[in-house]
């Protein structure tokens, strides 16, 4: 009995030394071979992938797959990655695991397509990631030792339409699959296009580096280098170069195929919808859980859309959702305690990696554990707490209609005045910041941050409630309805919906009940859509100057509670720069606009009986 407990007390100290080794490339050294292969696809393109086995060979392990734009980097047998999978602790958890840069990137063959198209079921020659992912793990499958024959697949962003690629048409060894913050539509709402409208200061920093020409696979050592600005100043920067063609021509002569594109397709053509993956998920068969961040700057929509589409196209489906109030991948980057100047009190992004990633894996690929989550689990920021619902939006949510009126007040009663309006005017030489202070990167943080900065502009309208008597609890999309009539035949429209915190000492953190930020004009979600887009993304319209028209601005899913006493306040403006390239106000083609063209706007916002104009929330 003596040597037993002896014995079991000897293992657990060797337990509790492995489980707080730190991981890092040593310790995946030690566990890990590492090999790197070219896996011929059936078009003949080799694709460069990094497979790391487990050294114990006592038992088969799934295959965890990341395909990714981004490098596999390190590159070499000999030099390992510092952690494996989505985090650290993953290391430890018994996969194979693999990357692979995508075609045509870094160290693969082929060309490369940002958001390559799926080809039709039709074309039974063509390729798409859905065929390369397939050829992968057709690949893998066969040849790595030690594998159970089962494969997840997972990714974040770029990485994360990746993922969604691989359930067309899947492969059958692909057991479990988690799109996270996909890539999705890039002309309605991920990354680069907003509601028709270019999100400047993204796509020109990122498409610098990302889409310039190679003319052969390269190692990381070997990429570009990122735009250099001297001094710093984004804002002063854009809007000395309004003109988007002149933009392309004096600084991205290494890079001009996305832009190219952009100027090419300017509406909701052929080329972004074959880009769309969503139209092609209508026979998914992996277990899915969907991930995303509520102040993920990113890719917002494609989280909510992508899981939206998954149900709506399949009857039988085995799709979840997960979201939390994170920034863009911040449930693996972060511990999810915080986010900018909001506290949660809590580690959401450990609890989900605990919670969630791990034993959905686990359980699909190993058949490890019992994983019952519910249909959608969304932590509801202002109230700092997890829900569980039965489908997203919740059954029980319904729709609120808060009026604009006068005073600057947001009313739950309709207009009754005869007429009503306000005046005000949009100058493009005069843009609305969409984050406070100069200008020197475009911070995450911006997607929370306090807009007092803004509020007291002529060219920036406010309305709010008077203190809420209860909590109101938003949970989905919002759309505000607008009737506005203007000077010029085209206006962008950026739509706010701000969480205000009470000036006295009623206002208290749930963290730890003592005064914070009093007055805090908390941003919960913002939406841009190009007015010319407001009837088709396909066929765009001009203004008739100077004629009340309705606009309706679509702001994708929030979970957020207004707590007791705050004041729920939406602002109005026609710019938010640089984030959002430029309107010249004119129906005309941006690309080719001189600064000349760029007029101002002379608007009127209406809220009257005839015309109201609204906002209709989604409210548990």
């Known amino acids: 009995m003596h040597k037993r407990i002896v014995t079991l007390i000897f293992s657990f100290l060797i337990l509790c030394t492995i489980t707080a080794q730190e991981i890092d490339e040593n310790y995946i050294k030690a566990n890990y071979n590492k090999i790197e292969v070219n896996i011929p696809m059936r078009d003949g393109i080799k694709l460069f992938t990094a497979i790391y086995t487990p050294k114990d060979i006592s038992r088969s392990y799934p295959i965890l797959l990341n395909r990714t734009p981004y490098a596999v980097a390190p590159y070499g047998e000999d030099n390992y990655k510092s952690s494996l999978g989505n985090f650290k602790e993953m290391a430890k958890e018994g996969y194979i695991f693999v990357y692979q840069d995508v075609r045509g990137k870094w160290m693969s063959e082929g060309v490369f397509e940002n958001v390559r198209p799926t080809k039709s079921p039709t074309d039974k020659k063509g390729i798409d990631e859905s065929t390369d992912t397939y050829d992968t793990i057709d690949w893998l499958v066969k040849n790595v030792k030690n594998n159970n024959n089962k494969v997840g697949m997972y990714g974040i962003s770029y990485p994360g339409f990746y993922a969604s690629a691989a359930l067309v048409g899947s492969h059958p060894a692909l057991k479990a699959v988690s799109p996270q913050a996909p890539v999705t539509d ?52 854009f809007l000395n170069n309004k003109n988007i063609g002149d933009l392309k021509k004096n600084y991205l002569g290494h890079t001009v195929k996305f832009w190219n594109d952009l100027q090419k397709h300017q509406t909701l053509d052929t080329f972004w919808y074959n880009r769309n993956i969503t139209h092609h998920l209508d026979q998914v068969k992996p277990a899915v859980m969907i991930v995303g961040g509520t102040f993920d700057a990113e890719d917002v929509y494609g989280t909510f859309e992508t899981y939206r589409q998954i149900e709506k196209q399949n009857k039988n489906n085995n799709n979840i959702l997960v979201v939390g109030p994170w920034y863009h991948g911040g449930w693996v980057r972060s511990d999810g305690s915080s986010f900018g100047d909001i506290r949660f009190g809590e580690k959401t992004s450990l609890y989900y990696q605990e919670k969630f990633e791990l034993p959905f894996f686990d359980f699909y690929l190993k058949g490890k554990g019992s994983f019952k989550p519910a249909e959608a689990n969304v932590y509801v920021t202002g109230a700092n707490k997890w829900y569980s619902f039965d489908q997203w939006p919740p059954k029980e949510s319904t729709a609120k209609k808060y009026y604009f009126n006068t005073n600057n007040r947001l009313t739950t009663t309709a207009p009754l005045a005869k007429e009503a309006f306000v005046d005000y005017e949009s100058d493009p030489n005069n843009p609305v910041p969409f984050q406070e202070g100069i200008i020197t990167e475009r911070t995450r943080e911006y997607m929370i941050a306090d807009q007092r900065f803004v509020a007291n502009r002529p060219d920036v309208l406010v309305f709010e409630t008077e203190p809420l008597e209860e909590d109101l609890i938003l949970t989905g999309p919002i759309t505000a309805n607008l009737h506005i009539s203007m000077s010029g035949s085209d206006a962008d429209f950026v739509v706010k919906v701000i969480d205000v915190y009470p000036d006295s000492s009623t206002a208290v953190s749930a963290v730890n009940d003592k005064v914070v930020m009093p007055g805090y004009q908390m941003l919960v979600r913002g939406e841009v859509l190009r007015g010319r887009f407001r009837n088709s993304f396909s066929k765009p319209e001009p203004f008739t100057p100077n004629t009340i028209t309705p606009v309706s601005v679509v702001l994708p899913d929030v979970a957020h509670t207004f707590k007791k006493g705050h004041r729920l306040m939406v602002q109005v403006q026609h710019s938010w720069f640089p984030l959002v390239e430029q309107n010249p106000n004119q129906f005309i083609d941006v690309f080719q606009a001189k600064s000349t063209d760029f007029i101002k706007n002379k608007h009127r916002l209406y809220f009257d009986k005839e015309h109201p104009s609204d906002i209709v929330i989604q409210v548990l």
């Not at 002309?187 to 190679?214: I, S």
């Open 186 to 237: 890039w002309f309605v709402g991920d990354d680069f296009r907003h509601g028709g409208a270019l999100l400047l200061f993204d796509a020109f920093r990122f498409m610098y580096t990302f889409d310039a020409a190679r003319s052969h696979p390269v190692d990381n050592t070997k990429g570009p280098k990122g735009f250099s600005l001297e001094g710093k100043d984004y804002y002063k920067f």
